[in-house]
């Protein structure tokens, strides 16, 4: 499936574009073998080397595959994308150019969530409320705009202008991340405590990432994505729960025998760490020590 330089729509007025692809899972093992001399390591094959890479966390090796995506997206869900990893970025810039007159609109006004005070929830406002916050958001928009093309009007500076519009203007950006950052924004923002919006792309990346490197995006999904931390309670309780399994049963929940022995470690009760501060010296000895340096 040819899925470059094809412009998946986002919300109303946003895309998604994959522009350019380096690598992909057959590029993400040569990477991985690297680190070996030749026929000092048995090869496996590529499934079975990148779910191990997966698995125990060597993140470099995908680091050699990079995707190069174009959007447009509202400020705030560019804001999301942006915080979540390391990426290489080129966006419009407000200070050089005019703005373009678009904004999201929503379709419907979710409430705020009574459980997650920075999420939204699933109920919606009444119709007759709906209709006033809409009404607002126009309101908001022509101000905006009718400021924004004032303040241009009297040659106010276009960096200083830009100050008045709102948040759901769009803005346009090349975004270039290797897939390991690209896992870990597709970890957070995906799930379903993120915001609707920016969980409408992250959703389009992941898709484009399935069917780019479908080995290491089922591996991702199955080690990463679906993965949950165990505290030290849960550990104990699953290890004495585990007493009452054949252990003969627990061969079938796996694709390795290497990956049932990995979790019989992580649920064996942990042993106990302890921490101790060292010696200290005084400010009197540290001054006395630089003086003594300073003099050899």
């Not at 004032?150 to 769009?170: C, I, S």
Request: aromatic share 12%; net charge negative.
């Amino acid at each position: 499936m040819d899925i470059e330089n094809n412009y998946y729509k986002v919300l109303d007025h946003g895309y998604v574009a994959l522009v350019d692809f380096m690598g992909g899972d057959q590029m993400i093992e040569k990477c991985a073998r690297q680190s070996y001399i030749p026929g000092t390591r048995d090869k496996t094959d590529t499934r079975k080397l990148i779910r191990h890479l997966v698995r125990e966390h060597h993140t470099s090796p995908f680091e050699c595959t990079e995707f190069h995506f174009q959007m447009a997206l509202p400020l705030f869900v560019q804001a999301q994308l942006v915080r979540t990893r390391t990426a290489n970025i080129s966006q419009y810039s407000g200070r050089y150019a005019v703005m373009p007159e678009m904004y999201y609109e929503p379709k419907e006004w979710r409430l705020q969530s009574k459980e997650n005070k920075q999420g939204s929830a699933s109920e919606e406002l009444d119709v007759s409320k709906s209709a006033h916050a809409d009404s607002m958001l126009a309101w908001v928009r022509y101000t905006a705009e009718h400021a924004y093309k004032v303040l241009l009007d009297f040659g106010v500076a276009k960096e200083l202008a830009r100050m008045v519009l709102p948040q759901n203007l769009y803005t346009y950006w090349h975004f270039k991340i290797d897939a390991h950052n690209l896992m870990h924004l597709l970890k957070l923002r995906t799930d379903p405590h993120t915001q609707w919006e920016t969980r409408q792309y992250a959703s389009i990346m992941a898709a484009i990432f399935q069917q780019l490197c479908p080995i290491t995006f089922e591996a991702w999904m199955d080690y990463q994505y679906y993965a949950v931390t165990l505290s030290k309670k849960d550990r104990e309780l699953l290890h004495e729960l585990l007493k009452t399994i054949k252990k003969e049963d627990w061969f079938v929940m796996h694709d390795t025998p290497r990956e049932l022995h990995d979790f019989l470690k992580k649920i064996d009760p942990p042993d106990e760490t302890s921490f101790s501060l060292p010696e200290y010296l005084s400010a009197q000895e540290v001054e006395a020590n630089i003086q003594e340096a300073l003099q050899r």
